[in-house]
């Protein structure tokens, strides 16, 4: 590529005058101060990843603005202080439930660029390229994000005023954002991956190491976020921020045309609709496979009395476990792009179906993963991402998961723009049964296709009581583990019943068919459940022990409307995530 021809000194010295007028400043209060875990309100909530970015939506919740609104506004504050997933070089999904009791779904998703074809990822031999839809410049999707914003406002705003919902990330991009310890842990942990794929000089890479506290400062980015603010959709796919986004990818060895960013289109879709126990769960259709799977996996566990086995009991935990290695198999074969593939959404989702895949389940007993293929429901007859939750005052609730994929995605920076580009082109299955980054297998269903997007686990969902109120919006990063993160939380509240804090902040493990293990987080299990466990001859692994890291899954975003009316609003214990409301 001809990154690498670029002398890596020229690059270090631009970096060196880029930030030599520039001190860092250290804020006397910290942003970590500002980090919440729980609130209680009476009117409007929101959770998301910064506490930047909770405040500004609280504060167009404030001012009159809707759960949209918020929405809108937050997205773009988290694509200034959160680059390591919030963007606007990547995608999403939001499900909207209004107050008046109708429901929408949004699909931002990135779309492959036209010159994609279903082998661009394999050398002569027919093997994957290790990295290459992961790093650098044809690691990435067409953006969506700023469609979807756009998509979003024309039909719900109730501002009514674009400007409004741009102007407090534009002023948090020129005058900076303090970095939490997170934060300025990540940018100098990824420093050297920044350096090796970009083509020109970022204000994500410095000589010295971040600090916390310490500002950065984005006026590029705070010059795009203008444009899109002036000039809508024209100002992000056509215009100089286009030029720099194709001018990068010619840099770069990219493939994103001027004509694949003009015709990039976010879809409206029918959300999907299913019910549980007596409740209404509300989540993405493809290119999700977050809804389908969520459906089925409470679709599964439904004619057992999970509730009275008790929170992460033997019985709970092996039911939940096999209940996902089914519905895993299932994705990998079904699902992906249904305006490219004939998913058999309907035939997925019944009970009937998914009371047959768990009639091999055994009480006592794990299956193996290598026992269980995908099933074969009725066809199809025609027909590093981080999440949000927000209710307004009206009562009207949206829940937004958007992506650049992995932590700051393709890790290239779009030069003379500022922000960095997705590397969502790993969800599609670069080959069949080779496992991409999350180590989800796929085929046919999610192959690469020229305009197709790429299969998610994005899982937004909004779950209605059986009086068809509101009662809980929910979702989270994470990658696979999305789903089953999601899952989780769900039956951690409608079964374990559990408040949002606790349903929040409880442990998780995930299964997802293939690896055939369980994995799960540090202190999760006893040793005594493990042996257990493991005598019913499940495979279990710290997931710490397997990743390297910290071996957390998701960050869960939830709020619950009480019998009281008041809402629970509690922010992931597992990063920065924060909670607010009034
Ligand atoms: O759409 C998906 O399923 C993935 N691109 C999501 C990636 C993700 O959650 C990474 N965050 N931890």
């Not at 519905?327 to 249904?338: E, M, P």
């Not at 999760?524 to 397997?546: N, P, Q, W, Y």
Request: glycine residues 10%; charged residues 20%.
């Amino acid at each position: 590529m001809k990154t690498l021809l670029i002398p890596i000194y020229t690059i270090l010295l631009l970096n060196l005058l880029w930030h030599s007028c520039s001190e860092p400043t250290i804020n006397k209060v910290s942003i970590q101060d500002q980090i919440k875990k729980e609130a209680v309100a009476d009117h409007a909530g929101i959770a998301s990843a910064h506490p930047a970015a909770s405040l500004i939506g609280l504060e167009i919740l404030e001012e009159g603005g809707n759960a949209v609104d918020a929405a809108i506004a937050t997205q773009f504050a988290l694509a200034v202080c959160y680059p390591v997933a919030g963007n606007i070089g990547g995608g999403g999904f939001m499900v909207l439930r209004n107050a008046d009791g109708t429901t929408d779904a949004l699909d931002f998703r990135e779309m492959a660029p036209g010159a994609a074809h279903k082998d661009m990822y394999l050398d002569p031999e027919g093997n994957v390229i290790k990295g290459l839809s992961t790093n650098g410049h044809l690691a990435s999707g067409v953006p969506g994000t700023v469609s979807g914003m756009i998509e979003a406002f024309d039909k719900y705003s109730a501002l009514k005023d674009w400007s409004k919902l741009l102007n407090p990330s534009i002023e948090l991009a020129r005058n900076g954002v303090e970095l939490t310890i997170r934060e300025a842990k990540a940018l100098n942990r990824y420093k050297e991956r920044f350096e090796k794929v970009n083509t020109r000089p970022s204000r994500f890479v410095k000589n010295s190491e971040w600090l916390p506290g310490e500002i950065l400062k984005q006026p590029e980015l705070a010059q795009v976020l203008e444009a899109i603010r002036d000039n809508g959709f024209d100002g992000f796919y056509k215009g100089w921020v286009a030029d720099s986004i194709v001018a990068e990818m010619q840099r770069g060895g990219g493939i994103i045309t001027h004509e694949d960013l003009s015709n990039y289109e976010a879809k409206w879709r029918k959300p999907l609709i299913g019910q549980y126990k007596g409740n209404t769960i509300i989540s993405m259709p493809p290119p999700s496979s977050g809804g389908i799977a969520l459906q089925q996996l409470l679709g599964s566990i439904e004619p057992y009395d999970i509730g009275n086995y008790g929170f992460h009991s033997k019985e709970a935990i092996h039911l939940m476990i096999e209940a996902e290695r089914r519905v895993y198999a299932d994705r990998a074969t079904h699902l992906g792009d249904s305006d490219y593939y004939n998913v058999p959404l309907e035939g997925l989702i019944t009970d009937e179906y998914n009371n047959d895949r768990m009639s091999t389940f055994d009480p006592q007993k794990a299956s193996l993963s290598s026992d269980i293929e995908a099933g074969t429901p009725v066809p199809y007859e025609s027909e590093e991402t981080t999440h949000f939750s927000i209710v307004d005052e009206k009562g009207n609730a949206v829940s937004v998961t958007t992506t650049i994929n992995t932590g700051y995605g393709s890790k290239v920076v779009v030069g003379g723009a500022g922000f960095f580009l997705n590397n969502e082109m790993d969800d599609f299955s670069a080959k069949p049964g080779v496992p991409n980054y999350f180590g989800l297998v796929g085929n046919e269903a999610n192959k690469i296709q020229p305009g197709k997007r790429m299969l998610s686990s994005m899982t937004p969902t909004i779950v209605l009581n059986s009086d068809q109120e509101l009662k809980i919006v929910v979702g989270t990063p994470g990658g696979s583990t999305i789903i089953t993160s999601v899952f989780q939380t769900i039956v951690n509240i409608l079964d374990f019943e559990m408040d949002a804090t606790e349903a929040t902040q409880a442990c998780r493990f995930h299964h997802q068919w293939l690896p055939d293990a369980t994995f799960y987080e540090p202190d999760c299990f006893s040793d005594d459940m493990i042996k257990s466990l493991s005598d019913m001859g499940h495979t279990l692994k710290s997931r710490a022990e397997v990743t390297g890291g910290s071996g957390l899954i998701g960050k869960i975003e939830t709020i619950i409307k009480r019998a009281d009316g008041k809402l629970e609003i509690a922010a992931d214990r597992r990063a920065d995530d924060t909670a607010l409301g009034y």
